[in-house]
C-alpha cells in the first residue's frame, strides 16, 4: 500500500472505506432475483476492504510480538479491530487538517485536564509520514499498555 508524505495524498487508508473495515457484510435479499444477487461484476470496494482487515490483522500481530504477547484470535481480532478503529480517526483527522479545519479533538482543547497553550503554526518543519505517524502511535500504545 502507498504512503506519502502529505496529508493530502495519503493512500494508505481510504477513509470512505476505513468505517466498513471489520463491518458485517450487508444483509442478503431474498427478494432480489438471483441474477442480481449473483452478479459477475467484482466489487473492488470489498476487495480493498479485504485487503485493509488484512493490513490490520498484520499490525495487530506486529504490536503483539513487540510485546511480546501470544494472542489467541479473539484477542488477536479486537486487537486488529483496535488499530483499525485507530487508523480511521488519524486519517480523519489528517484530512481535517489538510482541509484546514482546527481540531477539536487535541489535547489541549478546553475540558482536557490539560492547560491551554497558544496556538502556533509549524513551518519550515520537517514533514511527517503517515507511516511514521502510525509507527510512532504504536509505540505510544504500547508503552501505555506495559505501565
Same mark, same amino acid.
Given at each position: ?7 493530502? @495524498? ?10 466498513? !473495515? ?6 442478503? %435479499?431474498?427478494?432480489? #432475483?438471483? $441474477?442480481?444477487?449473483? +452478479?459477475?461484476?467484482? %466489487? ?5 476492504? *479485504?485487503?485493509? @482487515? ?7 500481530? +506486529? ?8 494472542? %489467541?484470535? $479473539? ?5 486488529? *479491530?483496535?488499530?483499525? #478503529?485507530?487508523?480511521?480517526?488519524? $486519517? ?11 481540531? +477539536? @479533538? +487535541?489535547?489541549? #482543547?478546553?475540558? $482536557?485536564? !490539560? ?6 503554526? !509549524? ?7 503517515? %507511516? @511514521? ?5 504504536? #509505540? ?8
Amino acid at each position: 500500500m502507498a504512503r506519502n508524505s502529505s496529508p493530502r @495524498e495519503q493512500t494508505l487508508w481510504p477513509t470512505k472505506l476505513g468505517g466498513k !473495515v471489520f463491518a458485517p457484510p450487508p444483509p442478503i %435479499d431474498w427478494n432480489a #432475483a438471483i $441474477s442480481t444477487t449473483l +452478479s459477475t461484476e467484482i %466489487d473492488w470496494d470489498a476487495v480493498k476492504i *479485504k485487503e485493509l @482487515e488484512t493490513w490490520c490483522f498484520a499490525q495487530a500481530d +506486529s504490536l503483539a510480538r513487540a510485546g511480546g504477547l501470544i494472542l %489467541d484470535e $479473539s484477542s488477536r481480532a479486537k486487537l486488529a *479491530k483496535a488499530v483499525a #478503529a485507530a487508523v480511521q480517526r488519524a $486519517s480523519l483527522t489528517l484530512e481535517r487538517y489538510a482541509r484546514g479545519e482546527p481540531s +477539536s @479533538e +487535541s489535547i489541549w #482543547a478546553p475540558g $482536557s485536564g !490539560v492547560e491551554s497553550r497558544p496556538h502556533r503554526t !509549524v513551518s519550515g518543519g520537517k514533514p511527517v509520514k503517515f %507511516d @511514521e505517524l502510525i509507527a510512532g502511535w504504536a #509505540a505510544w500504545s504500547l508503552s501505555q499498555c506495559v505501565n
